[in-house]
């Protein structure tokens, strides 16, 4: 099979949700290496996590390496090009389900030893601190467009060729500095397919006693980072970023 586009997201994103829900189930879960190692360990976990993904889905065929549907809309409405809309979104969402099953599949004698349902359903889905859904949507709003404008940063041609070798690496810290000054009211998922497919993994998978999906949340995590991403783009295509 030949590298593409919609294979380097797919990949791309199944490696960043690996990594990335693979480093909560590592602190959440009871009985692992990394029992109660707490929000450094996962926030830097998800930014590293950020830097491989981007890293696999160039070497599978995205030049782009988006894996995040909010960042996919939102370079749609700065560039006003929407042609790759559906094929990396729907790349995207495939991928965070399949990365999520092998965080189940990776942790499988461990679901069984939590107790805790909540617990097991922060390995998959994102939650509020304090569930209120205006704040909520708002937070996640807000840490979307922090994204869209740092990503837009880390690629203007007013810097050059200053980023290109590390690009990567300056997204991870992107979303590692989101993670720790951002994240504590939602879990930051800045992500639609970040939430929603390993939310439905987590819904399917047989994961012994585990406890609602919390799906009456699950808009929040979807729509705010897509009006993030929406504002994002708009300010781009406006300031020519």
């Not at 199944?14 to 929000?39: D, F, I, M, P, R």
């Not at 889905?57 to 939102?74: C, R």
């Not at 909520?136 to 200053?162: D, H, P, V, W």
Request: proline share 6%; aromatic share 10%; hydrophobic share 50%.
């Amino acid at each position: 099979m030949h590298t593409s586009p919609f294979l380097g997201e797919l990949i791309g994103t199944a490696v960043l949700l690996l990594l990335g829900n693979g480093v909560v189930a590592n602190v959440v879960l009871k009985q692992t290496k990394g029992e109660n190692a707490g929000w450094i360990v996962i926030t830097a976990g998800w930014a590293f996590a950020v830097t491989i993904g981007v890293f696999v889905s160039k070497a599978f065929g995205s030049t782009d390496a988006h894996l995040n549907p909010a960042v996919t809309i939102a370079f749609a409405f700065a560039t006003n090009d929407f042609s790759h809309v559906v094929p990396y979104i729907t790349a995207q969402l495939i991928g965070s389900f399949l990365g999520a099953t092998l965080v189940w599949l990776n942790y499988l004698p461990h679901w069984a030893a939590t107790e805790d349902p909540d617990s097991k359903l922060a390995c998959f889905a994102t939650g509020p601190a304090i569930r209120n859904s205006g704040a909520n949507f708002t937070s996640e709003t807000l840490a979307t467009l922090i994204l869209i404008l740092g990503l837009a940063g880390i690629s203007s041609k007013n810097l050059g060729e200053l980023a290109i070798g590390v690009g990567p690496y300056l997204v991870g810290i992107l979303v590692w500095s989101i993670g720790l000054s951002l994240g504590g009211t939602t879990g930051y998922a800045i992500n639609p397919a970040r939430d929603f497919g390993p939310r439905l993994a987590y819904t399917l998978l047989p994961i012994p006693n585990k406890g609602s999906s919390d799906w009456p949340y699950a808009w929040v995590p979807i729509a705010g980072p897509i009006v993030g991403a929406i504002v994002g783009g708009l300010i781009i295509r406006t300031f020519t970023l």
